[in-house]
T-cell receptor
Framework: QKEVEQNSGPLSVPEGAIASLNCTYS??????FFWYRQYSGKSPELIMS??SNGDKEDGRFTAQLNKASQYVSLLIRDSQPSDSATYLC???????????WGAGTKLIIKP | GAGVSQTPSNKVTEKGKYVELRCDPI?????LYWYRQSLGQGPEFLIY????????DSGLPNDRFFAVRPEGSVSTLKIQRTERGDSAVYLC???????????????FGPGTRLLVL
C-alpha cells in the first residue's frame, strides 16, 4: 500500500460544477496535509493546507480532513477551465520537514 | 531573484556521463529540498539541507547521487555515471526554516528536465 494514494484520473468536470478530489494516507500520526496544484510542465504550487478535522475554506476551494478515516479531500466550486491541472496531495511524515506525496489526480474542466 | 531558480532548465546527456544540477533558493531560506519527479508521479524526496548540512539524504537512490550546499545557499545535485533510469524532472524547493511538515510552505523552482540517452 502506498503511503499517500490518489486516483490518477483524469477526472472530467463541466465548467461551473464542483470538482471533488480525494486522497487517503496510511500513517496515522500524520498531522499536516497539503494540496498542491501542478500545471503541465510546471512545478507544484501550494493551494491549501489543513491540520484539523473538518472543513477549511479559501475562496472557491474547500479542504476536508477526516483523521479517523485517514482521508483528505479538496473541493473546487464553480470550476473554471484554468483549474485544469494535476492536484497533488502531500502529507507530513514523522518529521517536521519531510512531506510524502501522492501521484496526483489529473483534473480536466470542460468548457 | 524573488523565487527559486534552477539551471539548466533542460539537460540531455549520454549514459555514463556526469551531470550537475544547480538550485538557487529564495534568499534567507535555510531549508532546501531536492525531489525527483517522473511522468505521472508525485515528487520523490531525495535530500534535505538545513543550512550547509545534509540533514536527511535517505532519499538518494544510490551512491551515484550526491548533493552539496557549501555556503548554505546555492545547492548542486551531482549525478555520476548517469543511467537512462535517471531521466526525470529534478525539482528543488526551499522554505524559511524547514518546518514543511508543520505547515511551512515549500517554494518550488521550475525544475531541470534531465534526459539520459
Amino acid at each position: 500500500q502506498k503511503e499517500v494514494e490518489q486516483n490518477s484520473g483524469p477526472l472530467s468536470v463541466p465548467e461551473g460544477a464542483i470538482a471533488s478530489l480525494n486522497c487517503t494516507y496510511s500513517d496515522r500520526v500524520s498531522q499536516s496535509f497539503f494540496w498542491y496544484r501542478q500545471y503541465s510542465g510546471k512545478s507544484p504550487e501550494l493551494i491549501m493546507s489543513i491540520y484539523s478535522n473538518g472543513d477549511k475554506e479559501d475562496g472557491r476551494f474547500t479542504a476536508q480532513l477526516n483523521k479517523a478515516s485517514q482521508y483528505v479531500s479538496l473541493l473546487i466550486r464553480d470550476s473554471q477551465p484554468s483549474d485544469s491541472a494535476t492536484y497533488l496531495c502531500a502529507v507530513n511524515r514523522d518529521s517536521n520537514y519531510q512531506l510524502i506525496w501522492g501521484a496526483g489526480t489529473k483534473l480536466i474542466i470542460k468548457p | 531573484g524573488a523565487g527559486v531558480s534552477q539551471t539548466p532548465s533542460n539537460k540531455v546527456t549520454e549514459k555514463g556521463k556526469y551531470v550537475e544540477l544547480r538550485c538557487d533558493p529564495i534568499s534567507g531560506h535555510t531549508a532546501l529540498y531536492w525531489y525527483r519527479q517522473s511522468l505521472g508521479q508525485g515528487p520523490e524526496f531525495l535530500i534535505y539541507f538545513q543550512g550547509t548540512g545534509a540533514a536527511d539524504d535517505s532519499g538518494l537512490p544510490n551512491d551515484r547521487f550526491f548533493a552539496v550546499r557549501p555556503e548554505g545557499s546555492v545547492s548542486t545535485l551531482k549525478i555520476q555515471r548517469t543511467e537512462r533510469g535517471d531521466s526525470a524532472v529534478y525539482l528543488c524547493a526551499s522554505s524559511p526554516t524547514g518546518l514543511a511538515g508543520l505547515g511551512e510552505t515549500q517554494y518550488f523552482g521550475p525544475g531541470t528536465r534531465l534526459l539520459v540517452l
